[in-house]
């Protein structure tokens, strides 16, 4: 997740934005995360982790990378499928938010996501907030 964050997440912001970032979505934060009843899930090749997706308060796409070496393969929609149809299972009816980083608004749009409202800035990192309606 570190180097996919820098290449793709804070590779624009200001360094102290950059570190924070990195910080706050580090190993010991993901432990807390998961302990705090995050779901991830996980897609596996033989070389190790493709990717991941987390799903926060059963309705919120917190985290989804995928390794640079995988992309354009599916990961992304199929840990969006298995996510979706989990969160689904434990009562979402099918309405989703996430805040898109500018590189992976594409992907996000053509799962079906749409934007909310224009890109914002919070602590020195831009996004796009955006909402997926399958109800």
Same mark, same amino acid.
């Given at each position: 997740?570190?180097?996919?964050?820098?290449?793709?997440?804070?590779?624009?912001?200001?360094?102290?934005?950059? %570190?924070?970032?990195?910080?706050?979505?580090? *190993?010991?934060?993901?432990?807390?995360?998961?302990?705090?009843?995050?779901?991830?899930h996980v897609?596996?090749? *033989? $070389?190790?982790?493709?990717? +991941?997706i987390?799903?926060?308060?059963? =309705?919120h796409? +917190?985290? &989804?990378?995928?390794? =640079?070496?995988?992309h354009? $393969?599916?990961?992304?929609?199929?840990?969006?499928?298995?996510?979706?149809?989990?969160?689904? *299972?434990?009562?979402?009816?099918?309405?989703? @938010?996430?805040? %898109?980083?500018?590189?992976?608004?594409?992907?996000? *749009?053509?799962?079906? +996501?749409?934007? @909310? %409202?224009?890109?914002q800035?919070?602590?020195?990192?831009t996004?796009?907030? &955006?909402? +997926?309606?399958g @109800?």
């Amino acid at each position: 997740m570190r180097s996919l964050s820098n290449e793709f997440i804070v590779h624009d912001c200001s360094p102290v934005a950059a %570190a924070s970032f990195v910080r706050e979505n580090d *190993e010991h934060a993901i432990r807390a995360f998961v302990r705090a009843g995050m779901a991830y899930h996980v897609a596996e090749k *033989e $070389q190790g982790i493709a990717g +991941f997706i987390a799903i926060r308060d059963n =309705k919120h796409v +917190f985290h &989804m990378f995928v390794a =640079k070496a995988h992309h354009r $393969q599916g990961i992304a929609k199929a840990l969006w499928a298995v996510a979706r149809q989990a969160a689904i *299972e434990k009562g979402n009816p099918g309405q989703f @938010t996430v805040n %898109a980083s500018n590189y992976a608004l594409s992907a996000y *749009e053509a799962m079906g +996501f749409v934007r @909310t %409202a224009p890109v914002q800035c919070k602590k020195g990192i831009t996004y796009n907030p &955006m909402q +997926f309606d399958g @109800t």
